[in-house]
């Protein structure tokens, strides 16, 4: 079965813009987490949603938001960037959440801030 | 607090010898621990978790509660075993925050 697909891959964006980010989880899978990885924090948690409520959201400024569909595809989404916010954005899925679930990540998403 | 501890960033080892990649945490709690790998231009992908207790290509990694460690170890590494390992743990009950470690270069010289 496909694993889980970002897009776009690749994204430079100027400062003061914003972007969203969209991932499709595994099909059948209806959790789904945000990671940012950048080579100074390296991974960090982002947000966690399953059936469309954000269930668990990690240290970031209100600037980044993201959203669940009933599809349980996932966008995420950041104003007014930053140059810091440079970065490898990862999505990852999993069935349900639960303890012992498998957590599978797409390739990323690159975005360049100048 | 949550945090998951890997000293080394490079480790650098010969075909054929043991390699141990090292991994403290810190939690309150019982944490669920976890050994992620990413090869060469592919994914993040799961390699092992402590409840299994299993072998995946031939690593191995023991939880020390007392210690607070979760070290991955394979008795003799393949060139094939050049990778990033993350060291990840998250809570029991659901939630799938994952806080990982900085991650440690694994390569295996011919």
């Known amino acids: 079965k496909a694993g889980v697909t970002q897009t776009p891959r690749y994204l430079i964006k100027t400062r003061g813009q914003q972007v969203t980010l969209s991932c499709s989880p595994i099909?059948?899978?209806?959790?789904v987490s945000w990671y940012q990885q950048t080579p100074g924090q390296g991974l960090q948690f982002l947000f966690e949603?399953?059936?469309?409520?954000?269930?668990n959201k990690g240290n970031f400024p209100g600037r980044f938001s993201g959203r669940q569909f009933s599809n349980s595809r996932s966008e995420m989404n950041v104003s007014t960037l930053e140059l810091g916010d440079s970065a490898l954005y990862l999505c990852?899925?999993?069935?349900?959440?639960?303890?012992?679930?498998?957590?599978?990540f797409g390739e990323g998403s690159w975005l360049t801030v100048v | 607090a949550q945090r998951v501890t890997q000293p080394e960033k490079l480790l650098s080892v010969f075909k054929g010898a043991p390699v141990e990649l090292k991994c403290n945490y810190s939690?309150?709690?019982?944490?669920?621990l976890f050994w992620y790998v990413q090869y060469s231009r592919q994914r993040l992908q799961l390699l092992l978790r402590?409840?299994s207790r299993e072998s995946i290509k031939g690593f191995t990694a023991d939880l020390n509660k007392g210690e607070t460690s979760f070290h991955l170890k394979k008795p003799f590494a393949q060139e094939e075993d050049s990778a990033m390992y993350y060291c990840?743990?998250?809570?029991?009950?659901?939630?799938?925050?994952?806080?990982f470690g900085k991650g440690t270069k694994l390569t295996v010289n011919p």
């Open positions: 990852a899925s999993s069935l349900s959440g639960s303890s012992g679930n498998t957590i599978y």
């Open positions: 099909s059948g899978h209806r959790s």
């Open positions: 949603y399953f059936s469309e409520t954000q269930r």
């Open positions: 939690y309150s709690g019982s944490p669920e």
């Open positions: 402590h409840i």
């Open positions: 990840a743990l998250s809570g029991r009950g659901g939630s799938e925050k994952l806080v």
